[in-house]
């Protein structure tokens, strides 16, 4: 199953609401999971089953979509969302990631 | 506190071999899936392999690895495996352990990384 993220960068300031796309080219219902990595470090668990929150994240990311098409938003960008952004399916192994979206500061 | 933490990774020439580790706290190993990822330098994320909880002989892999890395696990000393064979320079990455599988949904948490570098 391959996933498309778009877009592949994106700029935004402090406060913008911004939107990831990610889609699989077969539905996997909400098996679908996001990730942040910031330079040098491992990537965080942000969402899974595309729409629950994990423990301790920021209520400002929220996830929605079902089937193929999938949505991170982050609801107003802080200085430490600037990082590189991973969608996950986990619907059926080998599980794919997309190819990331690197949010970059304006 | 939940922890994973991945050891092993080293300069090795191609053809050669390599087992990565990755040792786990703060849960019951025995009960949870695991799985390797890796990503090469500049690049994305990759899985490369899982296994299933203890008792079970489940494990998958990646094609780009199958026939050449071998998944284990050590419940008796909370410890995750990686044997990698036959080392190729596109396999050099960071490698990555993390909890989980797909039966949970996610992968939570990640260790910090060992690097893998293949290279003459």
């Known amino acids: 199953i391959q996933l498309t993220q778009s877009p592949s960068s994106l700029s935004a300031s402090v406060g913008d609401r911004v939107t990831i796309t990610c889609r699989a080219s077969?539905?996997?219902?909400?098996?679908l999971a996001w990730y942040q990595q910031k330079p040098g470090k491992a990537p965080t668990l942000l969402i899974f089953?595309?729409?629950t929150l994990q423990g301790g994240v920021p209520s400002r990311f929220s996830g929605s979509g079902s089937g193929t098409d999938f949505t991170l938003t982050i609801g107003s960008l802080q200085p430490e969302d600037f990082a590189t952004y991973y969608c996950q399916q986990l619907n059926s192994y080998p599980s794919t990631f997309g190819q990331g979206t690197r949010l970059e500061i304006k | 506190e939940v922890q994973v933490a991945e050891s092993g990774g080293d300069l090795v020439q191609p053809g050669g071999s390599l087992r990565l580790s990755c040792a786990v706290s703060?849960?019951?190993?025995?009960?949870?899936?695991m799985s390797w990822f890796r990503q090469a330098p500049g690049r994305g994320l990759e899985w490369v392999s899982a296994?299933?909880?203890?008792?079970?002989?489940?494990?998958f892999y990646a094609d780009s690895v199958k026939g050449r890395f071998t998944i284990s696990r050590d419940n008796s000393r909370n410890t995750l495996y990686l044997q990698m064979n036959n080392l190729r320079a596109e396999d050099t990455a960071i490698y990555y352990c993390?909890?989980?599988?797909?039966?949970?949904?996610?992968?939570?948490?990640w260790g910090q990384g060992t690097l893998v570098t293949v290279s003459s």
């Open positions: 296994i299933g909880t203890a008792g079970t002989t489940d494990t």
């Open positions: 089953a595309a729409s």
């Open positions: 703060g849960f019951t190993f025995r009960s949870y899936a």
């Open positions: 993390a909890r989980g599988g797909i039966r949970l949904g996610w992968f939570d948490p």
């Open positions: 077969h539905g996997i219902s909400t098996s």
